[in-house]
């Protein structure tokens, strides 16, 4: 069976500090995503990793998958109010879907 | 814009009753999947569509069904809703098979009461 565990389960930082989410498995993914919940909406897609050892930049934030391509990490740098949310991991399964981590909820206060 | 559309954002059931659940994608996209969300047990898959009137169970299909009559829309059913259900369903769409990044509606939070 296909697992992605993510942790922390929870993290909560003030304003202006930096923080890392993992995502790791003992299988091999062809590729990963990442999706960030805001309460009572459906997840959107951040970036997808797709070579082992890629690193990926969207303004603060910073993916990088493992050189294995078992593991992910997103770094969020000066965290601001508005990265709040629950951060999801996902990779492809063996039948075509969609595996997810259980989620990263992330509180930035002011 | 890529749009994945859910019917309802709420629905409050009674026990025993028969519930649908509507998904419409805009995309022309081949996959549609239906997923439930409870606290910490994150997403679980309940069943998948690689095609019109195909499906294939996810984790949890024991209780659901689906329907996929035209490429666009898939439905979830729940024949006999039950207080365990209580969750928010949320429906997705992805291009094809083998291209796994999917696009989500916006939820239904589902109540039986």
């Keep these: 069976t296909q697992l992605l565990e993510q942790s922390p389960q929870f993290l909560s930082i003030q304003e202006g500090e930096n923080l890392t989410v993992y995502c790791n498995s003992s299988s091999v993914f062809s590729s990963l995503q990442w999706y960030r919940q ?3 909406e459906g997840p959107v897609l951040l970036v997808t990793v ?13 993916f990088q998958f493992g ?34 981590g259980k989620g990263t909820k992330l509180s930035v206060k002011p | 814009d890529v749009k994945v559309t859910q019917s309802s ?10 519930v649908f659940l509507e998904c419409v994608q805009d995309m022309d996209h081949e996959n549609m999947f239906w997923y439930r969300q409870d606290p910490g047990l994150g997403l679980r898959l309940i069943y998948f569509s690689y095609d019109v009137k195909m499906k294939e169970k996810g984790d949890i299909p024991e209780g659901y069904s689906v329907s996929r ?25 992805s291009p094809q098979t083998g291209y796994t990044e999917a696009f989500f509606g916006q939820g239904t939070r589902l109540t039986v009461v």
């Design chain 1, 38 to 40: 805001e309460p009572g």
């Design chain 1, 67 to 100: 050189d294995a391509r078992k593991d992910s990490s997103l770094h969020i740098t000066a965290a601001q109010t508005g990265d709040t949310g629950l951060y999801l991991c996902a990779g492809a399964g063996s039948q075509g879907n969609l595996i997810f």
């Design chain 1, 50 to 62: 797709v070579t082992g050892g890629e690193v990926k930049k969207l303004k603060r934030l910073t």
């Design chain 2, 9 to 18: 954002r709420y629905l409050v059931k009674r026990t025993g009753e028969k």
């Design chain 2, 69 to 93: 009559e035209k490429k666009e829309r898939f439905s979830l059913i729940l024949e006999s809703a039950s207080t365990n259900q209580t969750s928010m369903y949320l429906c997705a769409s």
